[in-house]
């Protein structure tokens, strides 16, 4: 997707919502991060945004959590709920919208959305027979089992074999307009390859799909027939556009629709693409409603180049990690060093490198000794230059330059690490400009004015910085901007009360004669060794 500068239409986006069996893990975190700095990079550029996350909280897998804990269902669901919003807490996420599907006014979204999916004719009752995954909520297919009729996602989890009446939803019938949709729109699904699995699913054929369970009371009844209980996904998808009414408004599709339908992004990781980019827009299609703007599928995380998992022993708990390091460090770890699309580590030995040498040297270090150097040679005020008078074939002025628009196309294409590591060349060549020019030895030798151009340059390329980096790292960037004397908040919510970017992501703004304060660290240094997670 390109960039439009002049672009203010409302931007929505979501995570997935998350399952409730079990506390928030770092897949959840990972997603929610990254629609974080999406929504607050938005937010910069001057388009009114909707963040919304939320929890998944019906069928079978929560069921029999809850009865294994023997706490009923909707008190396990607060509990677990309640542990999500605490991490989107210490996390930094603006979240605007937490969505939760036991939530009465999805029960009348639900309704209303199936109604017309029925009357469409697109439901009828059907007889499944098949391997059934509690943990995925999904049918498999035999060919796709290991041994045992183990579940090739929860390898430790036998799948079990179902053989009951269930509704259906006319999948099969959409198979040519998502084609269609698929060709006409290149971007609805991304990254490509994601794209590509999901178009080689769609060449096999679309069979229809069961959206009705028995024997299970943890959902919402089929309208049409309370025998039934509606399918976690059918549910779960919808929670999406309950998301969507004010609060405190009275429920309907219609409410709900109104201001920010269709929903321009969707991020979800790899393992439900299908749902979300084949099952969804053609449910979409059915009840007659636009499909969203974009389907985005990211890669996995491993710990130390293994799958992570509970039985596995080697869960990496967001909530210990940002305890131990702080919200920055794990968002800026997450967002710069694993490219958004592909599967990633995390290596605690690694994590802590790059922190050190990206947020603490090549940031935070500069920042320190160039506001230590304007207390002492320019009376703790912005060197009296104006940013305008520096030549264009200036070093930084010409790298700070082209940033802000290279910045703004990696944002919008998700391309977090990209934006990470421009952003870091003009740190790092603001380091190379300031020991090449030694303005210690320039004021020694008298040079005021010179020391001043110097001092100025440097303190306006990492204020540019902290400003281009303020998606992923909102409290360092906020500290920065407070060091350089700026009396506002970076990562203010409400339109109005942002910087906006075109003025604060050009090269120069730095006020002249404005009030530095006391050089403070922006980000500690990690020691290794440590005890690991
Ligand atoms: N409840 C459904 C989503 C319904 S959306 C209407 C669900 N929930 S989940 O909690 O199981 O998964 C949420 C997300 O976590 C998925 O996007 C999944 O890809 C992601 N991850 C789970 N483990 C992960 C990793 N190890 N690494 C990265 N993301 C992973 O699915």
Known sequence: M??????????????????????????????????????????????PVLLITGTDEHGQKILRTAQDRGVHPQEHCDQIAAGF?????HLNITCDRFSRTTHPHHQVIVNQFFQRVWQQGDIYLGQQQGWYCVSCEEFKEERDLLADHRCPIHTNKSVEWRDEQNYFFRLSRYQGQLEQLYAERPQFIQPEARRNEVLSFVARGLQDFSISRVNLEWGFAVPTDPHHTLYVWFDALLGYVTALLEPGESPSLEAALARWWPINLHLIGKDILRFHAVYWPAMLMSAGLP????????????????????????????VKLVEKYGADAVRYY??????????????????????????????????????????RYCGGKVPAIDGASIGPDHKLKCLGQTLAIAVAEFYSNLQFSQACEAILGLAQASNKFLDGEAPWSLYKQGKQQETERVLYAVLESVRLAA???????????????????????????????TLPYRDHAAWGGLPPGQGLAEAQPVFQRIELPVVSL
Request: with cysteine; hydrophobic share 40%; proline share 5%.
């Open 2 to 47: 390109t960039f439009d500068a002049a672009d203010t239409k409302p931007f929505a986006l979501t995570t997935p919502l998350y399952y409730v069996n079990d506390l928030p893990h770092i897949g959840s975190a990972y997603t929610t991060m990254a629609a974080d700095a999406v929504a607050r990079f938005y937010r910069l550029t001057g388009r």
């Open 85 to 89: 919003e605490r991490l989107w807490q």
């Open 291 to 318: 499909v969203p703007g974009q389907v985005f599928g990211h890669g996995f995380l491993t710990k130390d180049g293994h799958k992570m998992g509970k039985s596995l022993g080697n869960t990496l708990d967001p």
């Open 334 to 375: 997450f967002l710069k060093e694993i490219e958004f699309g592909k599967d990633g580590d995390f290596n605690e030995t690694r994590f802590i490198t790059v922190l050190n040498a990206d947020l603490a040297n090549d940031l935070g270090n500069l920042l320190n000794r160039t506001l230590t150097m304007a207390q």
């Open 467 to 497: 400003y281009l980096l303020s998606p992923v790292i909102p409290q360092t960037s906020a500290l920065i901007y407070r060091q350089l004397g700026f009396d506002c908040d970076l990562s203010q919510k409400t339109i109005g009360q």
